[in-house]
């Protein structure tokens, strides 16, 4: 799966951005997807996850309640709203797929995703 983000931007605290991350191959569908960030001179760091089908998410405890991760299999686009953001979040923001992952599965850990896209850089001021 190759793998295109966007949406990043700068924001003010408090403001809110929506990642895409759109998707080509024809795996997307059966696929778990993931966002990941990373900031500077720290290591990448897991964000939110969701299932091939899009039933199940899981999120970071620093993100819970501000961040919704959705997909929309029939355009191979995964999102990820962002809101109430603070300026620790920002980051370079990735979006990655886990073409190993069951059905209802959603995977934290960054390394059982086997493809990744480029990165989209959000920077949210104070």
């Known amino acids: 799966v190759q793998l295109v983000e966007s949406g990043g931007g700068l924001v003010q605290a408090g403001g809110s951005l929506t990642l895409s991350c759109a998707a080509s191959?024809?795996?997307?569908?059966?696929?778990?997807m993931g966002w990941f960030r990373q900031a500077p001179g720290k290591e990448r760091e897991f964000v939110a996850a969701i299932s091939r089908g899009g039933r199940r998410t899981a999120y970071a405890d620093s993100v819970k309640g501000r961040f919704t991760c959705s997909r929309d299999n029939p355009k191979n686009t995964v999102y990820l709203q962002m809101n109430s953001l603070e300026p620790e979040d920002t980051a370079i923001y990735y979006c990655?797929?886990?073409?190993?992952?069951?059905?209802?599965?959603?995977?934290?850990?960054?390394?059982?995703?086997?493809?990744w896209g480029q990165g989209t850089q959000v920077t949210v001021s104070s």
């Open positions: 191959g024809r795996t997307f569908s059966t696929s778990g």
């Open positions: 990655a797929a886990d073409s190993n992952s069951r059905v209802l599965e959603v995977v934290t850990l960054l390394s059982a995703y086997d493809d």
